[in-house]
């Protein structure tokens, strides 16, 4: 086992520790007092649960997935891109950038009603609704990561007749990678938030919609097994932006990039 395999399981032993205490007092309460089964499951209710019908959840999680990854994957497109305007067009900036903090701000729950009006109670609507969710973080954090690299640097360049193309690719590229994967890791956990909150609204699959039924006929054994494969997708998302990033970090180095 080499020394990164051997953090990564030392690492691993503290939450999967907290899981299984967390497990067993969990069950421990649903023995020791007279709480009835509808109202907190025990924790094997739970996996007999998954067990019995593992089609419904694995079917619904691919719907919530799929919203997920189209929705985020135009927010986050269109994060990217409006984020290389605001850090390079200086009139584009200082029209823009305080709108943008300002809506940031806004409760994107608060969106929704519109959307409901302007695009109906169609797919559509969750669509843009994950899209506006994932699309804030991403372009505020790769538009301060652009504009992070030391005038020095670019002062360097430019003594050696590099292009602006080269200074941004060099220079401004590197530096701005951190903050890109932070304001990715932000908009994949809203895309699920999001894509949850889309399907109590609009849909009539997913994750969220098997909660919200659940919920209405009272079913917390529903609830607690599709939060539980919830968290699972949640889970499984994040850490794929994990991977990308340390993936990123170990091809280009990024081990020794001074961001003081």
Same mark, same amino acid.
């Given at each position: 086992?080499?020394?990164?395999?051997h953090?990564?399981?030392?690492?691993a =032993?503290?939450?999967?520790t907290?899981?299984f205490? @967390? &497990?067993?007092?969990?069950?421990a309460?649903? +023995?020791? %007092?007279?709480v009835?089964?509808?109202?907190?499951?025990?924790?094997?209710?739970?996996?007999?649960r998954?067990?019995?019908?593992?089609?419904?959840?694995?079917?619904?999680?691919?719907?919530?997935?799929w919203k &997920?990854?189209?929705?985020?994957?135009?927010? =986050?497109?269109?994060?990217?891109?409006?984020?290389?305007?605001?850090?390079?067009?200086?009139?584009? !900036?200082?029209?823009?950038?305080?709108?943008?903090?300002t809506? !940031?701000?806004?409760?994107k729950?608060? =969106?929704?009603?519109?959307?409901?009006?302007y $695009?109906g109670?169609?797919?559509?609507?969750?669509?843009?609704?994950?899209?506006?969710?994932?699309?804030?973080?991403?372009? +505020?954090? %790769?538009?301060?990561?652009?504009d992070?690299?030391?005038? /020095?640097?670019?002062?360097?360049? !430019?003594?050696?007749?590099a292009?602006?193309? /080269?200074?941004i690719?060099y220079v401004?590229?590197p530096?701005?990678?951190?903050?890109?994967f932070a @304001?990715?890791k932000?908009? &994949?956990?809203?895309?699920?938030v999001?894509?949850?909150?889309?399907?109590?609204?609009v849909a009539?699959?997913?994750l969220g919609? +098997?909660?919200?039924?659940?919920? /209405?006929?009272? !079913?917390?054994?529903?609830?607690?097994a599709?939060?539980? &494969?919830?968290?699972?997708?949640?889970?499984?998302?994040?850490g794929?932006?994990? $991977?990308?990033q340390?993936?990123?970090?170990?091809?280009?180095?990024l081990?020794?990039?001074?961001?003081?």
């Amino acid at each position: 086992m080499n020394r990164r395999m051997h953090i990564a399981a030392t690492d691993a =032993i503290y939450p999967v520790t907290a899981l299984f205490v @967390g &497990v067993t007092c969990w069950w421990a309460i649903t +023995l020791a %007092t007279e709480v009835p089964p509808f109202v907190l499951p025990p924790p094997n209710a739970i996996v007999v649960r998954l067990a019995g019908n593992p089609l419904l959840y694995l079917t619904n999680a691919w719907y919530t997935l799929w919203k &997920v990854v189209y929705g985020g994957t135009i927010g =986050i497109t269109a994060g990217i891109a409006l984020a290389v305007f605001v850090a390079y067009v200086p009139w584009f !900036r200082r029209a823009i950038y305080p709108y943008l903090v300002t809506v !940031r701000v806004l409760p994107k729950l608060a =969106i929704a009603p519109l959307l409901l009006i302007y $695009l109906g109670t169609g797919m559509t609507t969750a669509i843009v609704f994950i899209a506006l969710i994932t699309f804030f973080p991403l372009v +505020l954090n %790769t538009a301060a990561g652009l504009d992070r690299a030391s005038a /020095e640097y670019h002062e360097l360049l !430019r003594s050696v007749d590099a292009s602006p193309l /080269e200074r941004i690719l060099y220079v401004d590229v590197p530096y701005a990678i951190p903050d890109v994967f932070a @304001g990715l890791k932000q908009s &994949v956990t809203l895309a699920v938030v999001g894509a949850v909150v889309a399907e109590w609204v609009v849909a009539d699959n997913g994750l969220g919609f +098997l909660i919200l039924m659940g919920s /209405e006929n009272v !079913r917390t054994d529903i609830m607690l097994a599709a939060l539980f &494969v919830l968290s699972i997708e949640g889970l499984l998302v994040y850490g794929a932006v994990a $991977l990308a990033q340390r993936g990123v970090d170990d091809r280009l180095d990024l081990g020794s990039v001074d961001h003081n």
